[in-house]
Structure formats: C-alpha cells, structure tokens
C-alpha cells in the first residue's frame, strides 16, 4: 500500500505529519527522520484497525501543491 503524508516543521521546532487519506492520522517527532517513522508505525496501526472491522482500505488521495506553500508531502510505501 502506498499512502500520502505531509511533513510541516513546527515553529516552536520538531514536524508535525499528517497522512490526508486516513482521517484523524497524524503524528510528531523532533526531526524529520522521527515524524516519518512515527506516521509509518500510526498508519499501519489504522489499516490494522479497518482490516480488523472488516472494512475496505482507504484509497490514496491527490495532493495539489499548489495548495501546499510550506510543505512537504512524501510517499510511505510497503505497509
């Protein structure tokens, strides 16, 4: 599975990371390397989440730069 995530440094220091196609999926870390790995463990554990209620799994949402000033958007793949 292949899922969108947006890193945003904060301004009081570390990042915030959010992944736009799971809702309520967000997670932090001091650096940038934290903030990936922390969304990585949060988004498998709601995938985990939606198979065990036998939902289907979210699809990827696009994201238009554009509308991203400040932002940087990754692709976390193998979950």
């Known amino acids: 599975m292949r899922y ?3 890193l945003e440094a ?3 220091g ?3 990371v959010w992944c736009p196609a799971l809702k309520g999926c967000h997670s932090q870390g001091e650096t940038q390397e934290e903030a990936l790995e922390n ?3 949060a988004v498998a554990a709601y995938l985990e989440s939606v ?3 036998g939902l289907p799994l979210p699809t990827d949402v696009t994201i238009h730069h554009s ?3 400040g932002f940087r ?4 793949e193998g979950l």
């Open 4 to 6: 969108t995530v947006i």
């Open 10 to 12: 904060e301004e009081e």
């Open 14 to 16: 570390g990042f915030h």
């Open 39 to 41: 969304i990585r463990e």
């Open 51 to 53: 198979q065990a209620d």
């Open 67 to 69: 509308l991203l000033r």
């Open 73 to 76: 958007t990754l692709s976390l």
